[in-house]
Every structure is written in structure tokens, then in C-alpha cells.
């Protein structure tokens, strides 16, 4: 199906964001359909991160309207974004996970935050969660300082999916791994994505994750977003556009984008 016959997921119009006297975003523009895997990059200090901020509502924006699922982040009361912030789950770089707390704990952290579960059935479901994202059954006794890099971004992955989610916000999923574990975590995701009917957006500096993964994606340039295939961002004549789509690293990526 094409992806613009879909409803959106998250539908952005004329976003700006500020800080102090500078301009990050002037007037961005993006929709993300169900069922997407849409990859989000851009240069250093093009606001990737403070977009994702925004659609998660930790940050208010200057100007302009940003709604998941139809409703308008900006808008929630403190009880309806309780319920809302149910609907998504979310991976940051370093995978932000508690350092004192075992990766059970850490995955169980937003089921007791948000749902009453007695001590067995939570135990349960971070079991399952481990095996979901493909880790070994003892992990779920080990501190996050046991672990690899990949290991990390995984059980952080675990986190995310605890609520049971249709829609994962990633921040650079793949950083500081090896190509070895880049590859694995990424068809751990399309095979997430496949299985569980997920929407997925990410931030991303990974070209081999970005081709591998995504059917659209979004580049932030002079604070507006430009989206399209792999195919049709290569061929906008906009110099950053075409160094990124064109490069020796770009040339080396995977061919084919999941679609």
C-alpha cells in the first residue's frame, strides 16, 4: 500500500522550535503513516533530537501543531498524556538504562508506572521480553554493566516494547556498535516491525541502518524536512542531499530499502 493512502501516525505542520536567538526549525512539515519505518537525519545541530522531543512532548514547541494518533501532543492534560504516553515506546542513544537496577527491573520499570501487575506476571513479562529482542534468559538477572554495546541497545529495545506499543521512537539505535551487531539489531527491528504491526521512526547517522531498515525517509535542512524514498532524496539537486545520497559511504550501503 502506498504510504500516503495510510492514515498518519504523526502529522506535523509548521513546526518551530527555538532556543534562545537561535532558529532550528522554521515551518517543518512531516507525516509518518502506520506501518512505516521512516528514518530521520540531518547535520550536526539540524535539530534531529529536539525533534524528537518535541513529538514526545518533553519540549513545547514555538509554533505549529504536532499530533500522534490524531490528537495534539501540546494540548494533553496530565491525565490523558498518563494514557498516551502508553502508546509509544522509546530507545535513546546510550540506551538509558538504570545502572542499579537488573535488566528485569529496568524492562518492568514503565509496567509499574503505568499498570497494576502482580510480582509473577511482571516477572513473566520481562522474561519475555528479553526473548522477544533475542537476548539469552539469564540476561534478565544481569546489570546493564555485564552487558555488550549491543546487548544494551537490545534490553533498551525490551524496554520499550514492555507496554506493548504500536509506535517506537529510536534515537540512534545503532551507534557505537560494530557492523556485526549493527546488521543483527537491524533485522531484529524488521522482524519486530513485521511481527508486531509496528510504526517506527528513528534518528539515525548509520547509512547502512538507514538503507537496510527504512522506506522513507526525512532530511532536516535549513530547519524545514525534505522526505522521500531513497530514490527520490538522491535525486534533489540540494548539495547536503546530494553528498549524503551520493558519498563513497553512501555507494557502499545496502541497495534495497524495506518498503
Known amino acids: 500500500m502506498n504510504a500516503d493512502a495510510r492514515p498518519p501516525?504523526?502529522?506535523?505542520r509548521g513546526l518551530v522550535n527555538r532556543f534562545g536567538g537561535q532558529l532550528v526549525h522554521d515551518g517543518l512539515?512531516?507525516?509518518?503513516?502506520a506501518g512505516e519505518i521512516f528514518g530521520i537525519v540531518g547535520g550536526s545541530g539540524s535539530g534531529k533530537s529536539v525533534l524528537l522531543r518535541t513529538m514526545l512532548g518533553l519540549k513545547r514547541a514555538d509554533a505549529g501543531t504536532v499530533e500522534l494518533y490524531g490528537r495534539d501532543v501540546g494540548r494533553l492534560s496530565p491525565a490523558e498524556r498518563a494514557a498516551f504516553v502508553q502508546t509509544f515506546g522509546v530507545t535513546f542513544q546510550n540506551g538509558a538504562l538504570i545502572s542499579s537496577l537488573t535488566v528485569a527491573e529496568n524492562i518492568q520499570l514503565p509496567i509499574r508506572e503505568?499498570?497494576?501487575?502482580?510480582?509473577?506476571a511482571l516477572a513473566a513479562l520481562a522474561d519475555l521480553c528479553v526473548a522477544l529482542v533475542g537476548l539469552p534468559p539469564e540476561t534478565a538477572e544481569k546489570y546493564p554493566a555485564q552487558l555488550s554495546g549491543?546487548?544494551?541497545?537490545?534490553?533498551a529495545l525490551a524496554r520499550a516494547l514492555a507496554l506493548e506499543p504500536k509506535l517506537l521512537l529510536l534515537d540512534e539505535p545503532t551507534a557505537g556498535l560494530?557492523?556485526?551487531?549493527?546488521?543483527?539489531?537491524?533485522?531484529?527491528?524488521?522482524?519486530?516491525?513485521?511481527?508486531?504491526?509496528?510504526?517506527?521512526?528513528?534518528?539515525?547517522?548509520?547509512?547502512?541502518?538507514?538503507?537496510?531498515?527504512?522506506?522513507?525517509?526525512?532530511?532536516?535542512?535549513?530547519?524545514?524536512m525534505v522526505s522521500g524514498t531513497r530514490a527520490e532524496l538522491a535525486?534533489?539537486?540540494?548539495?547536503?542531499?546530494?553528498a549524503y545520497f551520493h558519498g563513497a559511504r553512501a555507494r557502499a550501503a545496502p541497495e534495497e530499502a524495506n518498503g
Open 9 to 12: 501516525v504523526i502529522r506535523i
Open 29 to 33: 512539515d512531516l507525516d509518518v503513516a
Open 114 to 120: 503505568y499498570r497494576t501487575q502482580a510480582p509473577a
Open 150 to 155: 549491543g546487548m544494551v541497545k537490545r534490553a
Open 178 to 224: 560494530d557492523p556485526i551487531s549493527a546488521a543483527g539489531f537491524d533485522q531484529l527491528l524488521l522482524y519486530l516491525h513485521s511481527q508486531l504491526g509496528l510504526t517506527v521512526v528513528m534518528i539515525t547517522h548509520d547509512l547502512d541502518t538507514l538503507f537496510r531498515t527504512c522506506g522513507r525517509m526525512g532530511v532536516i535542512l535549513d530547519g524545514v
Open 235 to 242: 535525486a534533489n539537486p540540494h548539495p547536503w542531499i546530494q
